[in-house]
């Protein structure tokens, strides 16, 4: 079974703290790893996809990376306004659905 | 280009009602997807349905729980006969193509479903 684990849980960082949020994944052949992120009341909103090991993607002050067992999502010089609940979720070749992690809650304090 | 459509944004019932959240997907996708947060929990996958099919329901409670998406109109997810437990957020989300590079899926604001 795909399992999805996210770490920290929870991150409060000071504006400007650059960190980054971890997903390590377990899927039988992945056909995809997706970043979301979601707003206290709302839905999960597109942010990347990853397909292949090596690959990296940015925006703005984002920058998701991909290995072969994990994604790392790394958030540089951060603002207030990235306050969310980040998710990370593999998709499986086989399958359309995505298969989520547990979220890490980030907190960026002006 | 309107996004994902949900409704009603929040539903009460009582237990034993019936619930019915309604979603209609992005202009131009054909594949919708259910998925269910429980308090404190992460998403799960309930459901994925293209127009007139079920394609995948393995994440579907075996009883209560149904869905649909008819040629015309919203896709449906039906809770019959609600207990306590089903009160999470329901979350509709659109793909304009499956098994493909390009299978992104977007995600409506949600149902929150209050069983009392």
């Known amino acids: 079974e795909d399992q999805v684990t996210q770490s920290p849980e929870a991150l409060r960082l000071q504006e400007g703290e650059s960190s980054s949020l971890n997903c390590s994944y377990t899927v039988s052949g992945l056909r995809g790893l997706f970043w979301y992120r979601q707003d206290p009341g709302k839905g999960p909103e597109f942010l990347f996809t990853l397909y292949s090991a090596g690959e990296e993607k940015e925006k703005e002050r984002l920058k998701a990376t991909l290995t072969k067992k994990e994604s790392f999502l790394h958030i540089t010089a951060p603002k207030p306004e990235d306050s969310a609940t980040y998710l990370c979720?593999?998709?499986?070749?086989?399958?359309?659905?995505?298969?989520f992690g547990g979220g890490t809650r980030v907190l960026v304090k002006p | 280009n309107a996004g994902v459509m949900q409704n009603p944004r929040h539903l009460v019932r009582r237990r034993g009602q019936e619930a019915r959240l309604r979603c209609s997907p992005m202009k131009g996708h054909s594949h919708v997807y259910w998925y269910r947060q429980l308090p404190e929990e992460g998403l799960k996958f309930m459901v994925y349905?293209?127009?007139?099919?079920?394609?995948?329901e393995s994440g579907m409670p075996k009883e209560r729980f149904s869905a649909e998406f008819p040629k015309e109109g919203p896709s449906i997810l039906r809770i019959q006969q609600v207990v306590r437990g089903d009160s999470a957020a329901y979350f509709c989300?659109?793909?304009?193509?499956?098994?493909?590079?390009?299978?992104?899926?977007?995600f409506g604001a949600g149902t929150r479903l209050s069983v009392l």
């Open positions: 349905l293209q127009k007139e099919n079920i394609i995948d």
């Open positions: 989300a659109s793909s304009p193509l499956a098994g493909s590079g390009k299978n992104i899926q977007y």
């Open positions: 979720a593999v998709q499986q070749a086989a399958g359309n659905k995505l298969t």
